[in-house]
C-alpha cells in the first residue's frame, strides 16, 4: 500500500506497536519528545526494510504541528494518513484538579490533534484514501473517579471527531476513532496500574489501527472500541 502515515506518541505503548505494525507496508513519519527511542524504533524499522522518519520533538510547543506536516512533506512529498496518538493520563478529584494538570490534558490529548489536522488537511485533501485516526479511550463514555480531565479531553476528542467527519463528507479524508479499553502501556501511574493479565496489549490496539486505515475507500469504521477481556477498566 506504500502510504505515507504520521504517528504521534511512537515511541512506546500503542504509538510504538502501531509503528512496528504498519513498518514496510507503510512509509512512516514517527513523533514523540523521546528522541533516543525514536531513534532506535527507526533504525531497527529502517533496518528491516522499511522507512521511517523520526522526529523528536514536543507537539504542544508553538507551531510545532505545522512543522511535524512541513517535515513529513519535505522527506515523502506527501501525506495519506495521520493517527493522533499522543496523550497524557494522570489522575485527580476534583478537589486536587489545579490549572496546570487542566492545561496538559485539554493541550495533548485535545488541542494538538486538531492542530495537527487542521495543518494536514490540504496534503490529505490530494491524496486517495486519506485517514486521520484519533486514538481516544473508554473513558469517553464511561465514567471513572478522578480521571476528569482526561475523560473531559476524550471526550471532546470523539465530539470534535463526529464534526470533522462530517465537515469531510464526499472528500478523500475519512475519520475514525479507536476507543481503547485498559492497556498495558508505560501511560499508567505505578500506583494506579492494573492487573496486566487483565488488561488489552498494545499490539492489540495497533491491530485495530491497521484494520481502520487498510479499509478500502468505500469504507468507514467510525468508532471501534478494544476492550480488555480479562475485565480491567
Given at each position: 500500500?506504500n502510504?505515507v502515515?504520521?504517528?504521534?506518541g511512537a515511541s512506546?505503548?500503542?504509538?510504538?506497536?502501531?509503528?512496528?505494525?504498519?513498518?514496510?507496508r507503510?512509509?512512516?513519519?514517527?513523533?514523540?519528545?523521546?528522541?533516543g527511542?525514536?531513534?532506535?524504533?527507526?533504525?531497527?524499522?529502517n533496518?528491516?526494510g522499511?522507512?521511517?522518519?523520526?522526529?523528536a520533538?514536543?507537539l504542544?510547543?508553538?507551531?510545532?504541528?505545522?512543522?511535524v506536516?512541513?517535515?513529513?512533506?519535505?522527506?515523502?512529498?506527501g501525506?495519506?494518513?495521520?493517527?493522533?496518538?499522543?496523550?497524557?493520563?494522570?489522575?485527580?478529584?476534583i478537589?486536587?484538579?489545579t490549572?496546570?494538570?487542566?492545561?496538559?490534558?485539554?493541550?495533548?490529548?485535545?488541542?494538538?490533534?486538531?492542530?495537527l489536522?487542521?495543518?494536514?488537511?490540504?496534503h490529505l485533501?490530494?491524496?486517495?484514501?486519506?485517514?486521520i485516526?484519533?486514538?481516544?479511550?473508554?473513558?469517553a463514555?464511561a465514567?471513572?473517579?478522578?480521571?476528569?480531565?482526561?475523560?473531559?479531553?476524550?471526550?471532546?476528542?470523539?465530539?470534535?471527531?463526529r464534526?470533522l467527519?462530517?465537515?469531510?463528507?464526499?472528500?478523500?479524508?475519512?475519520?475514525?476513532v479507536?476507543?481503547?479499553?485498559?492497556?498495558?502501556?508505560?501511560?499508567?501511574?505505578?500506583?494506579?496500574?492494573?492487573?496486566?493479565?487483565?488488561?488489552?496489549?498494545?499490539?492489540?490496539?495497533?491491530?485495530?489501527?491497521?484494520?481502520m486505515?487498510?479499509?478500502p475507500?468505500?469504507?468507514?469504521?467510525?468508532?471501534?472500541?478494544?476492550?480488555?477481556?480479562?475485565?480491567?477498566?
Amino acid at each position: 500500500m506504500n502510504r505515507v502515515v504520521l504517528i504521534t506518541g511512537a515511541s512506546s505503548g500503542i504509538g510504538a506497536a502501531t509503528a512496528k505494525a504498519l513498518a514496510g507496508r507503510h512509509r512512516l513519519v514517527l513523533v514523540a519528545r523521546r528522541g533516543g527511542r525514536l531513534d532506535d524504533l527507526c533504525t531497527q524499522i529502517n533496518a528491516e526494510g522499511g522507512e521511517a522518519l523520526p522526529i523528536a520533538l514536543d507537539l504542544t510547543a508553538a507551531n510545532a504541528p505545522a512543522e511535524v506536516v512541513a517535515r513529513s512533506i519535505e522527506r515523502f512529498g506527501g501525506l495519506d494518513a495521520v493517527i493522533n496518538n499522543a496523550g497524557v493520563y494522570e489522575q485527580a478529584a476534583i478537589g486536587a484538579v489545579t490549572p496546570e494538570h487542566l492545561e496538559r490534558h485539554l493541550r495533548l490529548n485535545l488541542i494538538v490533534p486538531m492542530l495537527l489536522a487542521q495543518a494536514a488537511l490540504p496534503h490529505l485533501r490530494g491524496r486517495r484514501g486519506g485517514w486521520i485516526i484519533n486514538v481516544s479511550s473508554v473513558a469517553a463514555e464511561a465514567a471513572f473517579t478522578a480521571t476528569g480531565a482526561y475523560t473531559a479531553s476524550k471526550a471532546g476528542l470523539e465530539a470534535w471527531s463526529r464534526v470533522l467527519r462530517e465537515e469531510l463528507r464526499g472528500t478523500n479524508v475519512r475519520v475514525g476513532v479507536i476507543a481503547p479499553g485498559a492497556t498495558d502501556s508505560e501511560i499508567w501511574p505505578a500506583t494506579q496500574r492494573p492487573d496486566p493479565e487483565r488488561m488489552c496489549r498494545a499490539e492489540d490496539i495497533a491491530g485495530a489501527i491497521r484494520f481502520m486505515l487498510e479499509l478500502p475507500r468505500t469504507a468507514n469504521v467510525d468508532r471501534l472500541v478494544v476492550a480488555p477481556p480479562g475485565g480491567a477498566i
